[in-house]
């Protein structure tokens, strides 16, 4: 029973470098989120998907972009990282609107 | 827009005291309101939640009841033990959103033996 599953847990990226984090899901999840968290200030979105081909911006969009090619899989892409970009990266999945969230274990990225 | 605000942490309680984190919202409509909590170095878990005026959701002890007409949801417990100890945050979903989580900034609560 795996539920969310994230890679790397770990991360360090020189500035300008690029990766992509990984989500995946087995609970045939429609709604898929990537949030990041920073000290003191909660998680705020960064993306979403409603379904396999839909994906939608959230409230910090800039920097990165996401993809979602399978009900599955929902990865994260940094382009040219920056030092401000150094946070803990959670995605979770939701079966609807109203039932809550299943987050990931999470990535703590560092970026130097 | 729609906004969640918390108590300032962090919270020390000894272990068997009552705990209340107090949780507003801003919200058009009616939103679904839930409490998440996690555990150091590990992602967040749905701990309970309310979807309509007067529900009352609740789980491990823990007990929180939707206030329309004060726009809250505090979270309670009678009795808290060591095994409490982590970062509580309060959440709102719109009503007409895409399942878009709106997060307080969290409580981070210790409990000492």
């Known amino acids: 029973n795996a539920g969310v599953t994230q890679t790397p847990k770990f991360r360090i990226l020189k500035i300008g470098q690029s990766m992509t984090l990984q989500c995946a899901q087995d609970?045939?999840?429609?709604?898929m989120y990537w949030y990041r968290q920073d000290p003191g200030m909660g998680l705020k979105l960064i993306y979403y998907s409603v379904g396999a081909g839909i994906t939608d911006k959230g409230e910090v969009p800039n920097g990165y972009n996401v993809s979602r090619s399978t009900t599955e899989d929902f990865p994260l892409r940094l382009e040219l990282a920056a030092p401000s970009q150094t946070s803990v990266y959670f995605c979770?999945?939701?079966?609807?609107?109203?039932?809550?969230?299943?987050f990931g274990s999470g990535t703590r990225l560092t970026v130097v | 827009g729609d906004s969640v605000t918390q108590m300032e942490g962090p919270v020390t309680l000894s272990e068997e005291a009552f705990l209340t984190i107090n949780c507003t919202y801003t919200a058009t409509g009616y939103p679904s309101l839930f409490w998440y909590v996690q555990y150091p170095g590990e992602g967040l878990q749905l701990l309970l939640k309310a979807t309509k005026a007067d529900d009352k959701g609740s789980n491990k002890g823990f007990e929180a009841t939707y206030r329309k007409e004060t726009t809250s949801f505090h979270l309670e417990k009678g009795s808290v033990q060591v095994s409490d100890s982590a970062v509580y945050f309060c959440a709102l979903t719109p009503r007409g959103s895409q399942g878009n989580l709106i997060f307080g900034k969290g409580t981070k609560l210790s409990v000492k033996p």
């Open positions: 609970m045939n999840h429609n709604y």
């Open positions: 979770a999945s939701s079966q609807d609107r109203a039932t809550g969230y299943t």
